[in-house]
């Protein structure tokens, strides 16, 4: 499939703050209803519960299996971090501990896992049971895994247990503090895993997920540097419906990514998440933040650069030139047809998935380590 796409069109609206969801209702421009609240989600999860087999596997090998489960009592999680003494991460849900427990399959073997201690706000229970209800339910490779969940003390404590991402976020590895960052072959694979698991979520099953907050931090690396979706707290189920447009709603999320139409309207579909995601692009492309601290977007630093031709100019200096310029001309346009303005001619994610697949069977083998090294792309 050839998708041609030049256009680069962008909004410049005022440093907003970010605003947090307060209601379930919503609209729809459809006759159709959304399942979107997080007590219509509950109730749409739970039928998935009774009939899994309804859905269909997907090519990536996906699975449904919400029983699988573990439910850990507070005793167990503490032993398993001892003590939550090991702390790797924090976020607006909560804060993030290292921890191993033992296989129920094989009582032997070790697993290490990631806790996440939940702050006792409601946003942030409605986060926990978000989570659980889309990570118990849908799973495939490109999706961090959710072992299990614990609560205590009558609700107000809440944990969620992942399998541990030894390689941190994206983010991490484009930060100026990584010493040695991730190469240009490892940019595309993470761009490639990325549009994968978006891809599943929105098409690959008989409902919708909305990811809602999709961003580099979001993006975890596992001990072979495959790149995993996390942190689905804010995410949206939606019913596979034809004629459905976009729901009205609050913005939730992260400036910078945030889609012109969410950000301003409160307008929300899927192509919100695909204009999220070639903001991550020229992420991956120039290092740098989407929102600098001068709060400049990334989408409008890079514009000039795009229009004059200069994207060599632009490109991550930390790769010391270790890339493919050709390649990063055809990951720049990819991201120019996210960056649409019109939600409608923005492609579907499995069309992006298309043109990142075939980007990585066009670039130059180059550097496969996952980190830059003195070789040059020829």
Request: aromatic content about 10%; overall charge neutral.
């Amino acid at each position: 499939m050839v998708f041609h796409c030049r256009c680069f069109s962008f909004i410049f609206e005022k440093d907003d703050e970010i605003k947090y969801e307060t209601k379930t209702q919503t609209q729809s421009t459809s006759t159709q209803t959304y399942h979107t609240a997080y007590s219509d989600l509950n109730k749409f999860t739970s039928k998935i519960h009774a009939k899994t087999s309804e859905f269909p596997q997907s090519s990536q090998t996906s699975e449904f299996s919400p029983s699988s489960l573990r439910v850990f009592n507070i005793d167990e999680l503490e032993a398993a971090t001892k003590h939550f003494s090991t702390k790797i991460g924090k976020g607006g849900f909560g804060s993030v501990y290292y921890g191993v427990i033992k296989s129920l399959e094989h009582p032997f073997d070790d697993i290490h896992i990631a806790v996440k201690y939940a702050s006792r706000e409601f946003q942030g229970h409605k986060e926990w049971e978000t989570e659980i209800n889309v990570l118990g339910v849908v799973k495939h490779p490109n999706l961090v895994k959710l072992v299990g969940y614990c609560t205590a003390l009558s609700g107000t404590q809440l944990l969620l247990v992942y399998e541990y991402m030894p390689n941190k976020s994206v983010r991490d590895q484009l930060s100026a503090k990584c010493e040695t960052p991730l190469s240009w072959t490892m940019r595309l694979k993470v761009a490639q895993d990325a549009a994968r698991g978006l891809a599943y979520l929105h098409e690959e099953m008989d409902i919708q997920i909305i990811f809602r907050d999709f961003k580099s931090s979001n993006i975890l690396l596992d001990d072979q540097w495959n790149a995993k979706l996390s942190d689905f707290g804010v995410a949206r189920i939606v019913g596979a419906h034809e004629g459905l447009t976009h729901i009205s709603t609050a913005f939730v999320g992260t400036l910078g990514y945030a889609a012109p139409e969410y950000l301003t309207e409160g307008h929300l579909s899927s192509k919100s998440d695909v204009w999220s995601y070639g903001v991550f692009l020229f992420e991956l492309i120039t290092g740098r933040r989407p929102l600098d601290k001068k709060k400049q977007r990334l989408t409008e630093w890079v514009k000039p650069y795009i229009d004059s031709k200069q994207l060599k100019s632009i490109i991550d200096p930390k790769l010391e030139g270790d890339y493919s310029l050709n390649s990063a001309e055809k990951l720049a346009n990819i991201a120019n047809c996210c960056l649409i303005r019109d939600p409608k001619s923005r492609p579907k994610m499995s069309e992006v998935l298309e043109m990142v697949n075939q980007l990585l069977i066009e670039v130059p083998s180059g550097n496969q380590s996952p980190r830059v090294r003195s070789q040059r792309y020829k």
